[in-house]
């Protein structure tokens, strides 16, 4: 298994631009969540997919879109890219709501 | 909303001192689950604390659920430099919440 795979790794966007993170996990969890970590602090919650075809938004969704089309992939859209969304971003999943979260090698963005 | 509180944000150590760091919840938990993050890496699990007054331990490292699941805390016995790191606490109540996480520093 390869657990939770991000795209890309890196990725440096000019304010105004649009681009998707994409996650992808092959554990079957039914659980997904898109975080983001600004340096120094701790995780914030964007979205969350409790199943394919469920989203719902967490403490910080404005400014980014998701949708889950399929239980493996939980896709994060960024449409209008802002310096305030220079973060690393991490897709983690869960197989049940109180098991652990599984996270991935995270997303470094800059948005200059 | 949950409130999680984590302390302390920072701690430096000499290695091989003890080091603890502390989870206060505002609500009853459900369970509780401690992540470390190493520096530029990302959250990997440690464990999770389901039982009212639970204590777990995993070789120098250990954990403990408050008597009333609202608080727990992480121990670790003569930290190593390999223990650096950023440790979370995670919260389940209606949805999950991550503390703001301890950072750990090591002296050599």
């Known amino acids: 298994n390869a657990g939770v795979t991000q795209t890309p790794k890196f990725r440096i966007l000019k304010i105004g631009q649009s681009m998707t993170l994409q996650c992808a996990q092959d554990m079957n969890h039914n659980y997904m969540y898109w975080y983001r970590q600004d340096p120094g602090m701790g995780l914030k919650l964007i979205y969350y997919s409790v199943g394919a075809g469920i989203t719902d938004k967490g403490e910080v969704p404005n400014g980014y879109n998701v949708s889950r089309s399929t239980t493996e992939d939980f896709p994060l859209r960024l449409e209008l890219a802002a310096p305030s969304q220079t973060s690393v971003y991490f897709c983690?999943?869960?197989?049940?709501?109180?098991?652990?979260?599984?996270f991935g090698q995270g997303t470094r963005l800059t948005v200059v | 909303g949950q409130q999680v509180m984590q302390i302390p944000q920072y701690q430096h150590v000499q290695e091989g001192e003890d080091f603890t760091t502390y989870c206060n919840s505002s609500t009853t938990l459900s369970n509780i689950q401690w992540y470390k993050q190493r520096p530029g890496g990302h959250p990997v699990f440690l464990i999770q604390l389901v039982k009212s007054g639970e204590v777990k331990k995993q070789k120098r490292l250990t954990f403990q659920f408050g008597e009333a699941k609202k608080n727990s805390s992480l121990h670790i016995t003569a930290t190593q430099t390999t223990d650096v790191g950023t440790y979370f606490c995670e919260v389940t109540g209606n949805q999950f919440y991550f503390g703001t996480g301890t950072s750990l520093t090591v002296i050599p």
């Open positions: 983690a999943s869960r197989r049940l709501s109180n098991t652990e979260a599984f």
